[in-house]
């Protein structure tokens, strides 16, 4: 196995444009939250989960009993993974994807496919996927949309994977459906294969808390639970979790701020004669072609994180989107880098 690399170590006083986190913070409704109704006593006690369950299932317009609380959607992958996945069973992801579908499956011994997203548009293939899935796949993972790529798949095809593919476990992750306004949770009854995963690590700003929701039918919570801690997520995580989404103004102002933010670098890129794919999420994927490790090093240099993603495609850089001033320095930066040559 290739082994994750995480982010490095000091990044909380840089730029942050590398791993797609909120670039401001959380609300301070979260962190008052915290201070507010934490008292020594609750840390001595193993975390409860009854309020924060009937809370964020109001809140997701959900059963209380039709989503697992994980520790972030890493655990949600891993946990559904373990739940459905044994050696050798046929596993079918996207390339290139989150890379902790593969890691996880290649973990559990599955057998691993890979499609790739179209070439040039790096647009869903779902003619390929659905020509992919065989009676004996037993878990398809998709991120929608999709990281690094931006891209994602509609309604229709997701509604056409769930039907080609009824007894494998379907994931539809959705770390940045706030920006992309597409979910599947609506379609949650009427498939029980359907699996969605949401995050409080992206725009809600709560990336080092760890927590997420896994949501499916009550029958299948059943399952996942027997392959998960029963105390993965901790008290202070929960309780942040309620408060963040009592506070839906923050993440409206939030979303808003970046979609403009967006646009300014689409501009910004264009101005540059940088390739890229636009993107429903809040990070853009550019080509910067031979130069691409060259300008991560140099804005890192001078204070800016973005992500080498050439690994995967040749040339292509990650760049997160932030505010419309974070995006105006990076711009500045950039500019001046690139037409050094
Ligand atoms: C598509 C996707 N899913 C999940 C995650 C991880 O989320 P979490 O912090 O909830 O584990 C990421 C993080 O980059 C991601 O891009």
New binding site residues.
């Given amino acids: 196995m290739a082994p994750y690399h995480p982010p490095s170590g000091g990044r909380g006083d840089k730029l942050r444009l590398d ?2 986190e909120n670039t401001i913070g959380c609300s301070e409704k979260v962190t008052q939250f915290l201070v507010e109704h934490l008292v020594e006593n609750d840390l001595a006690v193993y975390p409860e989960y009854s309020a924060a369950r009937r809370e964020l299932a109001a809140f997701f317009r959900v059963g209380e009993d039709e989503f697992a609380l994980t520790n ?4 949600a992958i891993q946990v559904l993974i373990n739940t459905y996945v044994d050696d050798d069973d046929d596993v079918l992801i996207l390339k290139p994807a ?1 890379a ?1 579908y593969k890691f996880y499956a290649e973990v559990a011994g599955a057998s691993v496919r890979e499609i790739a997203y179209r070439l040039g548009s790096l647009a869903f293939p779902i003619a390929e996927l659905l020509g992919a899935i065989r009676p004996e796949t037993k878990a398809i993972l998709i ?1 929608n949309p ?2 690094p790529t931006g891209t994602g798949v509609d309604h229709e095809g997701i509604i056409r994977i769930l039907k080609r593919a009824p007894h494998a476990a379907v994931l539809i ?1 959705e ?2 459906y706030e920006f992309s306004g597409v979910t599947a949770l609506g379609m949650l009854k009427e498939y029980p294969n359907l699996f969605v ?1 949401r ?4 725009v809600y700003g709560m ?1 080092a808390l ?1 927590i ?1 929701c896994l949501f499916t039918q009550a029958a299948n919570v059943a399952w996942l639970q027997k392959a998960q801690s029963p105390y993965s997520v901790n008290a202070l995580a929960v309780l942040a979790a309620r408060a963040a989404i009592r506070d839906t103004q923050y993440i409206e102002r939030y979303v808003g701020e970046i979609l403009a933010a967006r646009e300014l670098l689409y501009v910004g890129l264009e101005k540059l004669n940088i390739p890229y794919i636009k993107s429903q999420g809040n990070f853009v994927l550019t080509q910067m072609g031979d130069r691409a490790i060259e300008i991560r090093d140099a804005l890192r240099a001078r204070g800016v994180l973005v992500r080498d993603r050439s690994y995967e495609i040749d040339g292509c850089v990650r760049i997160t989107v932030g505010t419309k001033d974070q995006m105006r320095h990076l711009l500045k930066e950039l500019e001046d880098l690139w037409r050094r040559k």
């Fill in positions: 791993f797609n972030g959607t890493d655990e989150y902790m991120s999709n990281n992750d770390a940045y995963s995050t409080f690590s992206k990336a760890r997420g």
